[in-house]
């Protein structure tokens, strides 16, 4: 069985009394345990949406979701998932140590065991040098950082990324990559969403598309780029994107 | 409960690392202080005026640091998109909900502390240490602004800050001149007029139960009885108004 399985989900969004808006709209996709899966779509395509609704943070119109064979509010799921929202902000006033202890205690980790980690994966995002300061002092880069490591407080099986790499130069972009790389070689799942197709090629096992809230294609960058005759991952994406809207336009 | 109370500590070490606490508690030292700068007062009448300031003052700072604590407790996790990180830990929204009364319970506690020292210590100063009924007056405060508190986390779970500002602020108003309105509902001759009066009555938190400082300023002695009889509807009121909050941040969608 699939470590993640995603079953029709739809979610609409009510503004006042009629307006409707489609979040997401039938989507069906699993993850497999070990594979970077990774989400690609444009401005308002549902990514958010549906990484959302996979953590019980929006409640789905309809459809499914089975994450470790448990749906998406159980508990005990959540020990084994870390999550790593778009843009993230935390609390200004906390430094990164306190910020990082603070979500462990949420995971009833024992104190020692929560003080290495919280040390080793300083080091690892590279804020072992700013740890006295306050969040409200972190550049945009440092705050992606600190909260790529408190997804990572509880050691989790999966990890799920909303746009990792949004607001990092260069260099934090690589970095990150090899830090994906590095934990799936750890043996974790990793679901995350894009719009960078450079940094999704080289990291990602499976790629899905979604446009406008519907899920165009799904598989291997091979598979699809076969299957829709493109000459690379950003020719496939326009590809799909502007099939979709001509269909839509007759 | 344990996560509930990991949440309230949390929310009770950022509000402390904040300015906005630390300014509405200064002007109310100052009131208190500044209630003893009649000095053409009689020593008694003086004493009057300290107690009556005070009880006053702590109150009515005392409301203002619930309303606007328990506010930013909630409304800043969502506009901050914090709660995103917290809804996708393992706790119960109902864990972050309680956490969060409990935070603010714990911000409410500790000024209102350093009030009643402040006052305890005018009272000292001026040889006439606090009484029995002075602690009980005290007590009816402290319980007063956590339903308060509650009140506001409650509305926020469900409504925009502006509506919860003026909403918190009225029920404040309304709900210490409780008795005054229903003087005007019994005079009323529309029945529907009437009824409806007497349903907003009895919904419309009393909190002119919890003041007895006219009566302690004065010397009046007030019956332990009294103090239990509210505690009872202190509790009744407090409950039903955390199991609202805790169902509607289950329907919440952020
Ligand atoms: N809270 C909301 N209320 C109403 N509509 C919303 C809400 N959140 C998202 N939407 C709408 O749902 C659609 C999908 O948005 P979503 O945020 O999931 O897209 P996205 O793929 O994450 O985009 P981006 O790449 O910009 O982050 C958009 O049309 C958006 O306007
Ligand atoms: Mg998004």
Redesign the pocket.
Known sequence: MSIIEIKELTKY?Y?GRNKK????ENVSFSVEEGEIYGIL??????????L?LMLGILYPTSGEINILGKNQFDIEMKKNVGFLP?NPYYYDYLTGPELLKFYGKLYDIQEKILNERIEKLLYLVKLHEAKKLALKHYSKGMLERIGVAASLINDPKILIL??PTTGLDPIGCIETRDLLLQLKNQGKTILL?S?FLSEVERVCDRIAI?H??YLLATGTLRELIEKYNAQGLEDLFVKTINDFDKKGDR | MKKAWIIGLNTFKESLRRKTLYILLVIALIVIGASKAFSFLTAEEELKMIKDVSFSGIEFFGALIAIFMSLYAISNEIEKRTIYTLFSKPITRQNFFIGKFIGVVLILTLNFILMCLFFIGLLIFKKSPPDIQVSKALFLIFIELILIGAITLTVATFASDAFNIIFSFFLYIVGHLTSYGNQLIDRTENLILKGLGKILYSVVPNYENFNIRDKVVVGIEVSRNYIFKIGIYWLLYLVIVILIGSYFIQKR?V
């Open positions: 969004y503004i808006i489609v979040g997401l779509g444009p401005n308002g395509s549902g990514k958010t949406t549906c959302k778009e909303d746009e969403s719009h979604f406008r809230g | 969608e």
